[in-house]
């Protein structure tokens, strides 16, 4: 699930052919794994928005949040915006607004394991950074990364990014020894941790927003 390298002589082949350039510009993940699961939208506002009423319709697919967020390197989180990511008995926005006095995000995924997939949409085409992390909310502090995706901006084309990797936890990212071989699904991963070290462990990601008027992401069930 995590890193793949691909030898030097079959990225020439690739680039060798005519029609490959074209379907990796435009690619759809819909491609590959069909329909999507669950499809979220996060529509980019202006500082200081209120659209009125509540956000938190666990049947909507939206969710509000500020176009361009606050990056600081020096802290961690690097963003002032959070979507905490939890699992349910189906996929639910629990919080969709950014604006209210938390400043947070919430979405519940559907039962089973995912692969994500992530696209700027808005114009005039800025885009984002996401990445996941686990928290231990007993002492609150931030554990390590799960993964790190850069969803580019466009002009012409949708650029779609595989953000699967954050959704995993790999034996190199884990440093508690819990994963030992194939990546884990992060909510198993939650739940041994757990076990092994007793606390409250959860899930996010940490979202820097660069003027991004609309991110789309896919979800598309794997196991």
């Not at 607004?97 to 992530?118: E, R």
Request: glycine share 12%; hydrophobic share 40%.
């Amino acid at each position: 699930m995590k890193k793949s390298y691909v030898s030097v002589a079959l990225l020439l082949t690739v680039l060798a052919s005519a029609a490959v350039p074209v379907l990796a510009a435009n690619f759809n993940p819909n491609k590959l794994y069909g329909a999507p699961s669950y499809v979220l939208n996060l529509i980019g506002k202006k500082d200081g928005w209120s659209g009125g009423g509540t956000y938190d319709n666990p049947d909507r697919h939206t969710m509000f949040v500020p176009e361009t967020t606050v990056p600081d390197t020096g802290t961690v989180p690097e963003s002032n915006l959070t979507m905490w990511i939890t699992q349910g008995d189906e996929f639910a926005v629990l919080d969709g607004s950014a604006f209210d006095a938390d400043g947070d995000v919430n979405l519940s995924l559907g039962p089973g394991k995912y692969a994500a997939f992530i696209v700027a949409l808005g114009k005039p085409g800025g885009g984002a950074e996401v990445r996941g992390w686990i928290y231990n909310a007993t002492d609150n502090t931030y554990l390590f990364m799960t993964g790190y995706v850069s969803v580019s901006g466009h002009s012409r084309r949708p650029r779609w990014v595989d953000a699967t990797d954050l959704l995993f936890v790999s034996e190199a990212e884990d440093p508690y020894g819990i994963v030992t071989g194939e990546d884990r699904w992060v909510f198993e991963y939650l739940t041994a941790l757990e076990g092994a070290i007793p606390g409250e462990y959860l899930y996010l990601w940490d979202l820097d927003i660069n003027g991004c008027k609309h991110l789309q992401v896919r979800f598309y069930k794997i196991g």
